[in-house]
């Protein structure tokens, strides 16, 4: 009985003294800010350079589990995802195909984003909610 009544009395505390902060930012955005120096588009994929390489590592996995790296344009007109299956260290060059169906249907685009930056996502459910400026 004591148990149910300090459960009642917990129920009962008034939660409004809290005051809940909404924030447009996430603490825990893991990506990398990128300059895109050149991009080629193809039927299926394209390639973009980058200041760096993004190879797939299969030694280190994110929280879902998955190899990639994951890429977002930092333009307006360019919301999807993108996933880097492929890269070349020596030059710096990415392959990357679409990921999710926004990414899909705004490939090919006729956007040129080269001198803009881009954000590269190390963990990509970590920071899905995340915005690359």
Do not use: W
């Not at 300090?6 to 930012?25: G, M, Q, R």
């Not at 193809?42 to 390639?47: A, D």
């Not at 392959?95 to 899909?104: E, G, M």
């Not at 930056?117 to 400026?133: G, P, Q, R």
Request: glycine share 2%; hydrophobic share 35%.
């Amino acid at each position: 009985m004591r148990y149910l009544s300090f459960l009642f009395f917990l129920s009962c505390v008034d939660i409004e003294d809290d005051p809940v902060i909404f924030t447009d930012s996430y603490e825990d955005c893991f990506f990398k800010k990128e300059k895109i120096h050149g991009i080629d588009l193809f039927q299926n994929y394209f390639t973009i350079t980058l200041d760096n390489a993004f190879v797939p590592d299969f030694n280190f996995t994110d929280s879902v589990l998955t190899d990639y790296y994951y890429f977002k344009f930092s333009s307006d007109s360019l919301n999807g995802t993108y996933v880097i299956t492929d890269a070349s260290r020596r030059y710096k060059i990415n392959t990357v195909q679409p990921y999710d169906s926004i990414a899909l249907s705004e490939y090919p685009f006729s956007y040129n984003p080269t001198g803009e930056s881009a954000c590269v996502y190390l963990d990509f459910l970590k920071t899905e909610n995340c915005d690359c400026f």
